[in-house]
């Protein structure tokens, strides 16, 4: 029955198998067969989503200009206005519509969270590749290559409470969240139109800083 209400939601198409949600929904069922026996799964099974829109993470390179950090992941502005950048290099991670958003536990808030949740994205494949069930990521930037967070298959809890599973965060504390330009230049500036990126806490008179 939940494969028909899928297949439904789909709009019925005459081609199943290439389908986006079908994909996903074969990809995560070949993770969970690859878990209950303690195996991480093969790198064939498993859905790489900026692969499927065929616009690689890893292909898009660093932005140039100064960007503020702006917490949209949090409150404010949608998601999917959101890029998701390493602190050290400035190497665009993320793209807001590849964020896993999830729900705190009752009680807590969303600004509790120390982590962003993100689907399996191409960059991460070398250190999957390894055949870990858990495992931390790095920078897909070679000349930086600094600790952006963590997976782990069998899923991880936010700090909110809430258990994403399989779970791929990257630590707020260890990325910026700059609002999102069109094209592939997404950096802004909210500095007065300076090219210079102040370091957390600085501000810049006149400017907006970079808290």
């Not at 989503?49 to 993470?57: A, F, H, K, L, Q």
């Not at 896993?100 to 509790?112: L, Q």
């Not at 298959?153 to 258990?163: E, H, K, M, P, V």
């Amino acid at each position: 029955m939940d494969q028909l209400h899928m297949y439904y939601d789909m709009g019925c198409p005459e081609d199943v198998e290439s389908h986006k949600v079908y994909k996903r929904w074969m990809s995560r069922r070949s993770v969970q067969e690859s878990l209950s026996i303690n195996q991480a799964p093969e790198m064939d099974n498993v859905m790489f989503e900026d692969e499927d829109e065929g616009e690689r993470i890893e292909d898009l390179g660093e932005s140039v200009g100064a960007a503020t950090p702006d917490n949209s992941t949090g409150k404010g502005n949608s998601i999917d206005e959101v890029d998701i950048k390493c602190r050290k290099c400035r190497q665009l991670l993320t793209k807001g519509s590849f964020i896993v958003k999830h729900e705190p536990a009752r009680g807590k808030s969303a600004d509790t969270c120390a982590h962003i949740f993100l689907h399996p994205l191409s960059w991460m494949k070398p250190v999957l590749a390894e055949g870990q069930l858990d495992g931390r990521l790095t920078c897909p930037n070679e000349k930086c290559g600094a600790n952006v967070g963590k997976f782990a298959w069998q899923g991880l809890r936010c700090s909110c409470g809430a258990w994403v599973v399989p779970g791929f965060g990257v630590g707020k504390a260890r990325v910026d969240e700059v609002k999102a330009r069109g094209g592939n230049e997404r950096a802004w500036s909210g500095l007065g139109g300076s090219a210079v990126r102040l370091p957390p806490g600085m501000l810049k008179k006149g400017g907006a800083g970079n808290l």
